[in-house]
């Protein structure tokens, strides 16, 4: 006997099966209207969601470079996407954006080594808008906070150039360093982001200053860095520690470039 074909209500594709094969609509039978299922729907929909974006961001925290290389050697289904976790984590983060990562003030942006360079834009725009500093500052905060939310992927793009360098055999698509890199991001927005800022709002906020951060900026980039090298690009010995010494001073510099982006683009939106 033949198995029985049916006809895609959203796609059109004849197949056989519970599922369509083109666009993965499912089949709907009579019980997938009944009550129970529904209940059971609601109950496994809920949990599900929950536990995949648990699990995946335990895996990313506990296993660095576990997920990525399960992504692209096709093992999907258990993990929540990691671009799905990147926005999720990209908005808990800007809600409350304290620690000053990929949200960028215009203090923090002074500070920069371009510094002495955007004083002097800032003033002829502070001039021609006739309003103070405090007050452009106040409105620049604000115009920039909503651009770097969109923009962080502009950094996980640029931090991933030199990973074709320095692993130019391990993978052998561009993504799939931009997607180690969608990891990377996340394992940051959530231990130097999330978490950083939740400490910086209790009593140990005043531990925070630019040595203490920088130094916990390392330590856990390069511990992410080092078991992900293992994991995902299969590094070892004396040469996975270089590699990944030398990404530190990348992550640094493209977090530098990505700030002056997100600066020129601020002042031009403003
Ligand atoms: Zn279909």
Request: aromatic share 16%.
């Amino acid at each position: 006997m033949e198995p029985r074909k049916h006809t895609c209500k959203s796609c059109a594709n004849v197949f056989t099966g519970d599922y369509c094969n083109l666009c993965g609509e499912k089949v709907l039978h009579g019980a997938d209207r009944s009550f129970k299922t529904f209940i059971h729907n609601i109950l496994t929909a809920f949990t599900f969601a929950d536990s995949k974006f648990l699990k995946t961001l335990w895996l990313t925290l506990s296993k660095p470079g576990f997920v990525s290389k399960e992504f692209v050697e096709g093992r999907r289904v258990n993990y929540l996407n990691p671009l799905s976790l990147f926005f999720v984590l990209n908005l808990a983060y800007f809600f409350f954006p304290v620690i000053q990562l990929f949200n960028a003030s215009l203090n923090t942006q002074l500070l920069s080594p371009l510094g002495h360079f955007y004083k002097n834009i800032i003033s002829s725009r502070v001039a021609t808008m006739g309003i103070d500093f405090s007050s452009f500052s106040l409105i620049y905060n604000l115009k920039t906070v909503g651009l770097a939310k969109l923009m962080v992927m502009v950094f996980v793009v640029i931090a991933s150039l030199p990973m074709n360098f320095l692993y130019p055999k391990r993978n052998r698509y561009f993504t799939d360093h931009i997607d180690y890199m969608v990891e990377l991001a996340c394992f940051n927005l959530f231990v130097n982001a999330i978490v950083l800022s939740v400490f910086a709002s209790t009593g140990l906020g005043h531990y925070f200053n630019e040595l203490t951060l920088t130094a916990i900026f390392i330590t856990t980039n390069l511990y992410f860095l080092l078991r992900s090298g293992v994991a995902y690009y299969k590094e070892k010995s004396w040469k996975l520690v270089l590699k990944s010494v030398v990404m530190i001073l990348f992550l640094k510099i493209s977090l530098e470039l990505y700030r002056a982006i997100l600066f020129f683009v601020t002042i031009w939106s403003l």
